[in-house]
């Protein structure tokens, strides 16, 4: 082998060498830029958990809030109808105080018993007047139309000229406390009337006279 041979293949093998080179450095260079694009920035992880813990102090502060609306909901309707079993008891007593003075006939209403009603009817406003502070209100619906929520019908009262379904004798009266109904006002209705009709509205733009 020459000089001139072992010089052509030397250069050879440097040109491969310095092409291996250049062949390989795209590579490195890519690895690095996924390697930098897989590391999360750790300003958006730190936005990332702050969204998440804003995220659960609010539900957090919103079940706080239902949960004060349910207990002060709670505490209002006990305090509005903690008396419902005692006011009930106590109309029963006022219903015997009406009948003991009903059973009283008028001709036997005489001066020797006058204070002996008159302190009945005293005993009886008094105990009323304590059930309405407590929230307890009596229902008189005489002449209004009957309504299942606050009337239990006993009879039907046939008369053609009251509209149907009007209350036209309260036979024992009804009681509300609160929103609710503690005795439902037992009553006689009218039959064979015509309907009540609904009221109209009110035109738009026009107040009610």
Do not use: C, W
Request: hydrophobic share 35%; proline share 7%.
């Amino acid at each position: 082998m020459t000089d001139e041979t072992k010089k052509n293949g030397t250069d050879e093998e440097i040109n491969e060498t310095v092409v291996d080179l250049k062949a390989e450095t795209p590579v490195e260079e890519t690895e690095a830029a996924e390697a930098e694009a897989v590391e999360p920035d750790p300003i958006d992880l730190l936005r990332e958990e702050n969204e998440k813990q804003r995220d659960q102090l609010l539900r957090l502060a919103a079940e706080m809030e239902n949960l004060r609306r349910r207990t002060a909901r709670d505490v209002k309707d006990a305090k509005a109808y903690s008396v419902t079993a005692f006011a009930r008891d106590m109309l029963g007593v006022s219903d015997n105080l009406r009948r003991a003075l009903d059973a009283i006939p008028e001709d036997k209403r005489t001066e020797e018993i006058k204070g002996f009603i008159e302190g009945v009817e005293m005993t009886e406003r008094s105990m009323l007047s304590a059930l309405e502070r407590h929230g307890v209100n009596k229902i008189d619906p005489e002449g209004e139309k009957f309504d299942p929520h606050f009337h239990q019908a006993m009879f039907e009262v046939p008369n053609p000229e009251i509209p149907a379904n009007t209350v036209v004798q309260v036979v024992q009266s009804g009681y509300t406390i609160g929103e609710r109904v503690l005795r439902p006002a037992m009553v006689g209705v009218s039959k064979g009337g015509p309907k009540a009709e609904p009221a109209q509205p009110a035109p738009e733009g026009k107040p009610e006279e």
